[in-house]
């Protein structure tokens, strides 16, 4: 057993190669030579692959819902145009915290280089790496997301603080069942995870030679195993080389989801196809979460709003301290968005600060709580309570709120239960979230 454990580092802001870069060498399956070429690419962009083979160079973007393929390989493809074998370039560049590139290639797979993807790594610091002025957007998994296949695998994704990886590798013959457990942070990727390579079973290899499988494969970029035995051309770069593959694997194929993750993946028995699934569940709860939360450019308003004097109606607060000037519209019991115009009366910025006024981050967790009351205070059984904090819990502050800004103020109720209620809440200005976090109340009589 081998643990490799750093605390986690997480960039606030999105990044690309600062030039293009370039490799060749064969590929792993179909044995063809191919030129590689790492690129800059645009904020949001993601991942692209570009054929520069083909007429007209389409692209493939490499996201889940383009999977095509996992038999030994990772494929992906839109409509007839197909690249296989992604992960080791795609887990450089997520391990690199490279957010947007696109990736050149005369041919349908990327080289095999030496089975690792320390090559991709190298290519990547010979390009460089420079932030860009999107904020990066990670997804945090809130609850355990976990998928599990025929033969025992299982992988999951828990609840996290950074990214983290912890993976068992189990052999069917018994042999090499080995673990590895991996944190991000700078430099942790390229030291301890990349340089890790490619494994193949030596009874496997005239089954996938007659699939027409690993035609490019040789002891120079993989580590063969026969029994007890392993078939390599160097030592053993790690006791664990194995599980760290593994782990080199998942984070390329997690790279298929859109976001980069705060999760706790944990793999026992995992493959490209697992490694998929737990990509596509991702995908789910991520679509479901969108589905769920209220589009900032299109504030829904009608009927089920409270103009001031309604608001004031509910709430004890007064001035200075009411920070909610309207809410916009309630979603049942479970939604609400508020309003709250921000000018430079505000007076919090006679001392914070005196000619740079920024709107305190305490005020806008009590702008977030004003409007997750008003949205429990709407239930039968508490209004005429008063509710109070219990607790402000994952509260992350993303860029300053200034006077001029409007803030639009997002709550989903999580849990109501007895007197106790908890919710999600958001700060959004211009399009951005300001500030986010989940508060709980108590309430009693006012």
Known sequence: MCVVCYKPLMSEMQRTLAKSASLSGPALHT?????????????NT????????????????????????????????????????VEHVLSALRG????????????????????????????ISKAGVVEQAARREYFEVRAPVWVKSEDGGVAVALPSDGFEVSCTNVTHTGFHTQFARFWMKAGAYEKEVAPARTFVFYEEVSPLLEKGLIKGGSLENAVVIRGEAILTREPARFPNEFARHK????????????KPLKAHVVAVRTGHALNVELSRALMRELKLREAQRFPVEHIPRGEMGLDINEIMQILPHRYPFLLVDRIVNFEGNSKAVGLKNITINEPFFQGHFPGKPVMPGVLQIEAMAQVASLLLLRRSGDAGKLGLFMSADKVKFR?????????????????????????????VVKGEVASEGELTFGFQEF
Do not use: W
């Open 31 to 43: 044995g063809n030579d191919v030129t590689l070429t790492l690129c800059p690419a645009a904020e």
């Open 46 to 85: 993601g991942y692209v692959f570009r054929r520069t083979d083909l007429k007209d160079e389409p692209t493939i973007r490499a996201i889940v819902d383009n999977v095509k393929h996992v038999e030994r390989a990772t494929t992906i493809g839109e409509g007839n145009i197909k690249v296989q074998t």
């Open 96 to 123: 690199m915290g490279v957010d947007n590139a696109v990736i050149a290639m005369d041919s349908n797979e990327p080289p095999i280089c030496d089975g690792s993807a320390a090559p991709y790594v190298d290519l």
């Open 247 to 258: 782990v080199l694997d998942i984070m390329g194929d997690l790279a298929l989801f859109p």
């Open 399 to 427: 860029r300053p709120i200034l006077p001029g800004d409007t803030i639009v103020i997002q709550v989903e109720l999580t849990k109501a239960r007895g007197s106790v209620g908890r919710a999600y809440c958001q700060c």
